[in-house]
C-alpha cells in the first residue's frame, strides 16, 4: 500500500512536471507569436523596402549598362570574363560569382536588368517573394563581382547584404498574395535591426578612428557640401549657413550616428525618437546630395525598428506564416559573427587580435553578404574635377559635359538620385587620385574616339555632335560653389580654376598606326 502510493505520487509529480513544461513551451510559443504579430507593419515595410530598392537599382543600371559594360563599353565584362577565365580556371565560379560566365553579350546584359525589374515588380506586389529575392540577389551579384569600380559604392553591398536576409523574409512556395508579405521571425528581425545598427554605428566610428582633423574640431560640414560627389541645389545654400551652424550640425549628426542606434533598441518614446532622429538625417541627405538608392534602404531599415504599438494602428497586409527556427540560424551564424568583427576591427583598426577570423571572412567575401560600412572616413577639403577636352589642331579645346557632374559653370546641381550615374561619380573618385591610378580613363578615351554610341550616351553634351576628334586630354580643374552675386546677377552656380593637365594628350590612330 505504501509503494503503490508512492507510486502514484511520482506518476502525479512527472505529470506535473509534463504540464510545467508544456506550459513554457506553449508560454514561449505565445510570447513569439505576440512579438511576431507586434511588428506586421515592419515586416511588410521592409520587404516592400528590399523589393522597390532592387527595382530602382536594376533600373537605374539599365540605361548604362552597355555604355560601362558592353562589348563597346568602358570596361566590357567580356574581356575581363575572358581574361579571369584564363587565369582563375575551376576556381572562377567561386571568386567571381555571375551568371555572365555563361553569357555576357550586350543582350544578356540588358536582359539581367529586365529580370531583375520584373523579379522586383512581382516581389513587391505579392508574388512568391522568396523565388523573387532569390533571383534578384542572383543577378545583382553577377553584376557586382563583374562590375569593378563602377558597382564598388556602398549602397550596393547594402543591398546585396540585405537581399541575402531577404531570402528569409518569407516561405519557399508559390504564392499569390497581392501588395502583402510575410511576418519577420524574431530572429530574422532582429538581424535586420542588427544590419542598421552596424551601418549607422560604423558610419560615426570611421570618422573618428581614421584621425581627420575636420571631424574632430567639427569643422567636416563647412566643407563637405560643395567637395560631395554630387551635391543638390539646397546644398549650395547649406554650405553658405554660419560656421557656427555647421559644428553645431557635425555634434547632432555624430549624436545621431553613434548614439541613436544604442536608443533606438530601448522600448518606447526613447525608440520612437531616435528612430525620428535617424530619419531627419537621411532626409537631410537626400536634400543636400544624390546618393543612389542608399537612403531608400536605409529608410527601410530604420521604419522596420518601430513595433505596431508605436505606429498606433494595425495592418492586414501581412500573412502569419513564418519560416522555422532552425532555418533562421543559419544567416545568424554567418552574419553576426562577422557583423561583429567588422564592428571591432573599425573600433580597433591597429589591432591583430582579430586575424584568426579572417579566413573566415575571405571565405564569404566573394558574395558580398556581409560588409563594413562608413562613408566620409576622410573629409575632402577641395573639389578637383577632371574635365575630358577635344580638339581638332590642339590649340582650341572643347569640354564634352557630363550628365550630371559639375561641368559648366552655370550647370545647376542636380536632383537625380535615387538614379545613380556612375560613370559621373567615378570621375569624383578618379579628380582625387592620379591618371594612372584610373587607367579606365584611356578605355574611355578609346570609346571617344571610336564614337561608341553606348559611351556617347552617358555624357549631355557632345562638343563635336557625333564626330571624332583629333586629339583628347583630361584636364584638372580645382571648382568651388559661387558667391551669391554671380548667382543672382549671373545664374552660376560653380567658379573654377585651371590646375595643370591630368593625364597624357592621346591622338586618334588613322589605321595605320600614327595619329590622324
Partial sequence: MIYATRDQTKRKHLGLAIDFRKACRKSATERMNMLIEDYNIASWIISKTLALAYFVAFLSLLPQVLGLYGSQGILSIDHLLNLLDKELKAERFYH????????????TLKLFCFIGMT????AFLGFSQSFMFLTCFICYLSFVSCGQIFLSYQWDSLLLELGFLGLFFAPWQWEWIPLAAHNLHPIMLGLVIFLLFKLMFLSGVVKLTHKDGSWKDLTALTYHYWTQPLPTPLAYFAHKMPRWFQKVSTVIM?????VCPFLMLVPGKTQVIAVALLLSLQFLIILTGNYGFFNLLTIGLCLAVL???????KINWVEATTLPTPVMLIPALILVPSSLFWILKTLSENSTKLNFMLPYMRFFYPFRINNPYGL???????????????SNDGLNWEDYEFQFKPGGLKKAPPVCAPHQ?????????????????NMWLQNLATRVFEQSPDVMTLFSKDPFKGTSPRFLRFERYEYRFSDFKDLRQNGQWWERVHSGSYGPVFGRDDGNGEPA
Fill in 96 to 107: 567571381v560569382p555571375s551568371l555572365f560566365w555563361f553569357s555576357s553579350g550586350d543582350l
Fill in 119 to 122: 523579379a522586383s515588380s512581382l
Fill in 254 to 258: 555624430f549624436f545621431i550616428e553613434l
Fill in 307 to 313: 513595433p505596431d504599438s508605436a505606429w498606433g494602428f
Fill in 376 to 390: 566620409f572616413a576622410v573629409m575632402t577639403k577641395t573639389r578637383p574635377e577632371v574635365v575630358l577636352q577635344g
Fill in 421 to 437: 550615374p556612375r560613370m559621373d561619380w567615378q570621375m569624383w573618385f578618379a579628380a582625387l587620385e592620379n591618371f594612372n591610378e
